[in-house]
C-alpha cells in the first residue's frame, strides 16, 4: 500500500508524484491553497493582488498544512496505542530498537499530535481576526500500514512543513503574522529534528534547510488529499 521505501531518504521529494491530474477536485478544503498558486492571484479576502498573496492567503496555506498534519497524528494514534510502539515483537519494536530513542516515544507522538492542534487553533483563529474565512479540514490518504511506516512518513511530512513555512514566510506583510509563523516554523524544525533521529537521519541534516515554494508543496500535499 505504501508509496515509501525506508531506505530512500529522498522520499519527502517524491510524495508529489502521484496522480494530480485531479488536484483541484481533490484538495477540497485545501482549496484555498491553489487560489494563489500562480501571479495575478484572487486573494481568500475577496481583493485581487497582483503583488502576491494575503497574509490570510498564506496562513490559509499554513493551516491546510497543519490541518493535515494534525489528522495524521490524531487518527494514527487511534489506531496504535502504546504497546504498537514500544511492545518485544510490535510492528514498531523495528523501528525504536536501539540504537533509536525507544521509551516514551508514544507519548512524544501524543505531544507532537496536540502541537499541531494547537497551530490549526490559532491559525484559524488569527485568520477571522483578519477578516478571512479559515479553510475547513479535509479528507486524507496517508500511505501507512504499521508503525514503521507511519514513522516514516511523519518525519517526511514535517520536513516538508518546515520548507513551507520557509516558503512562504518572507512573503508575510504583517509582522506579528510573520512572528508567529517562524514560531511554528522552528517548532516544525523540532518535530522533523527528533523524526529524523527515528529514521536514523541527522536532526540537522545540512547548514540550511530546502525551502519549497507553495506550487511544490501544494503538489506533495495535494498527494494526501482525498477531497
Ligand atoms: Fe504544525
Ligand atoms: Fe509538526
Do not use: C, W
Request: no cysteine.
Amino acid at each position: 500500500m505504501t508509496d515509501f521505501d525506508d531506505t530512500d531518504t529522498t522520499q519527502e521529494n517524491g510524495t508529489g508524484r502521484r496522480d494530480f491530474l485531479s488536484t483541484a477536485a481533490k484538495l477540497g478544503g485545501g482549496a484555498a491553497l491553489l487560489s494563489f498558486a500562480g501571479t495575478g492571484v484572487a486573494a481568500a479576502d475577496g481583493h485581487e493582488s497582483d503583488d502576491g498573496p494575503t497574509d490570510v492567503d498564506i496562513l490559509n496555506y499554513a493551516l491546510t498544512l497543519e490541518h493535515l498534519e494534525y489528522a495524521f497524528y490524531r487518527d494514527a494514534l487511534e489506531h496504535f496505542d502504546e504497546r504498537h510502539f514500544e511492545g518485544v515483537g510490535s510492528p514498531g519494536d523495528r523501528v525504536f530498537n536501539s540504537p533509536r530513542p525507544r521509551y516514551g516515544t508514544y507519548q512524544r507522538f501524543e505531544e507532537i499530535r496536540d502541537h499541531e492542534g494547537e497551530h490549526v487553533d490559532v491559525i484559524a483563529a488569527t485568520i477571522e481576526d483578519l477578516g478571512g474565512t479559515p479553510v475547513e479540514e479535509a479528507e486524507y490518504d496517508f500511505p501507512y500500514e504499521n508503525v514503521a511506516e507511519f514513522v516514516t512518513l511523519a518525519a517526511t511530512i514535517e520536513n516538508i512543513g518546515v520548507s513551507a513555512y520557509a516558503g512562504a514566510a518572507p512573503m508575510i506583510q504583517n509582522s506579528d503574522v510573520l512572528s508567529a509563523a517562524l514560531s511554528i516554523h522552528s517548532v516544525e524544525a523540532r518535530h522533523a529534528g527528533y523524526l529524523n533521529l527515528h529514521e536514523l537521519r541527522l536532526p540537522y541534516p545540512d547548514a540550511f534547510d530546502p525551502v519549497r515554494t507553495m506550487d511544490e508543496v501544494t503538489e506533495i500535499a495535494s498527494g494526501f488529499i482525498v477531497e
